[in-house]
Each structure stands twice: as C-alpha cells, then as structure tokens.
C-alpha cells in the first residue's frame, strides 16, 4: 500500500472532501488524524475507519483560526502515533455570496480569515514542526479550481483561494532543500452534502454543472482523495510546487 507506515493528518476532515480524503488515506495504509472544528463529525469519521482498520485514525476537534489548537494539533499527532509525515490542509470557508458590490467588509475579511489566514498559520506550525522532525514529508493544499477560472458571486473565496495557490509554489520554493514537498490539488464541483444540498435549491444547476465537464459528471470526494494520496505518497517523490486539478476537465473546457 502507497501510504503504510506513514501518519497522515487532514483538517476539515469531518464531512465532504476533507472526509474522502481521510478514508481514502487510510484504505491506502496510512494512520489519519482527523480533525475539524465539529467534534462529532470528525469522530464520526475516525470511528467509520477505524471500524474497516482498526487502530488506524484518531480524532481531534480544532479551532485553526487559534494559533495554539494548531500547536496543539501537531503534538497530538506525535503524542497518538510518534511522527506525522503527510499533511492535508483542506480547512476553508466562505463567507458571503452575491455581486462583488454587496460584498460587506466583514465577510470579506472573514473569507479571506478562513480560507487563507487559517492555512498560512497552519503552514508555519507544520513546517516548522516538519523542520525539526527532520524526515522526509509531503504537504498537500485543497485549492479550487475558482482559483484557476474565477467564481462569479463567489469573488472573494476565489481570490483567496488563488492565493492559496501562489503560497503553495513559493513555500515549495522554500522548503525543498528540507525535503519537505508541497503541492495543491484544486477540485472542480464534488458530491458533497453541500453541494447535494444546492441541488435540492436549485435542481437545473446539476445539469449544468455536469456539463461543465469534459467527463459530463460531478466527481466523488473519494477521487480527490487518490490524488491526495499520490501525491502524498513516496511514489510523487519527484513532484513539488504544482496545482493539478481534480474536476473531469472543466478547467479546459
């Protein structure tokens, strides 16, 4: 298995991709610490992997906004499973929607507080943490492809997410010589209860968005979490600084 006798961490893994995510690395091999800011969902998860590989996750609740939960996160691990070698970074939300004029100031800021500031602080604990274990690590960033093509009414996740994308590629820069690796995997519109629920609301975007893409489908979390798991895998040893797209095509289309 690609990932066995590695330690996986993944943030925001208590639904959605972040949960595709987690289980996929731990059908790969890898333990998983699960963390998100719900606690009930991210024992949920923990205990859906630990029921098909026993002794295989363990979940934590986490506020990542709190530079000292973050802190916190990293010893866990270490403290659970002795070192931690790979680590997802898929935490982010949004807040607002509608015409960029209407944008108020809090939730612009509070978008760019929860999409980027969150993981820019996550970053330097973890490479920090990552410097001084001194081993071999992968990091991996969920972008989106709103960074690649731009996501009207939805302006400022985009923007931030972009962002995303430019600190992955200079961080990369900076850490290779550390043999630390870091990439992001930016994934078009997948089945998740969030995306199912707007749906529900507005029943045409479906087919709309299935079109959108080359593949003429939306895609699973589970198939963002192969990538993930390549790329945090040994078998990737050779890829650093990249963005690549999970998304049927869309972003070419």
């Known amino acids: 298995m690609d990932l066995e006798n590695k330690v996986s ?13 987690a289980k996929t690395l731990a059908k790969k091999g890898s333990k998983v610490i699960v963390v998100d800011l719900n606690h009930e969902s991210s024992a949920k998860v923990a205990e859906e992997i630990n ?9 934590l609740q986490a506020d990542l906004t709190k530079s000292d939960e973050i802190k916190h996160m990293l010893e866990f691990g270490v403290t ?7 680590i997802c970074n898929n935490a982010a939300a949004s807040r607002g929607i509608g015409p960029v004029e209407n944008y108020s100031l809090e939730d612009v800021q509070a978008t760019i507080d929860l999409t980027f500031t969150c993981l820019w602080k996550c970053l330097q604990a973890e490479i920090k943490f990552l ?6 690590a992968s990091v991996v960033n969920i972008s989106s492809n709103s960074a690649i093509k731009g996501y009207a009414f939805n302006s ?9 994308n430019n600190l992955t590629q200079s961080i990369a820069k900076e850490i290779a ?3 630390i690796r870091v990439n992001a995997v930016s994934p078009g519109t997948i089945n998740t209860p969030g995306v199912r629920e707007y749906f529900k609301a507005e029943p045409k975007a479906k087919e709309m968005l299935e079109r959108s893409s080359l593949l003429r489908r939306i895609g699973e979390a589970e198939e963002v979490g192969e990538l993930v798991a390549f790329l945090l895998s040994d078998r990737s040893s050779f890829i650093t600084g ?5 998304d049927g095509g869309a972003s070419i289309a």
């Open 9 to 21: 961490l993944v943030t925001g893994a208590g639904q959605g991709i972040g949960e595709g995510i």
């Open 51 to 59: 029921d098909k590989f026993p002794n295989s996750a363990y979940s």
């Open 80 to 86: 659970k499973f002795s070192k931690i070698d790979c």
């Open 131 to 136: 410097k001084q274990q001194a081993i071999l």
């Open 156 to 164: 400022i996740y985009a923007a931030s997410k972009a962002a995303v």
């Open 177 to 179: 010589r550390n043999d």
């Open 242 to 246: 990249q963005i690549i797209s999970v």
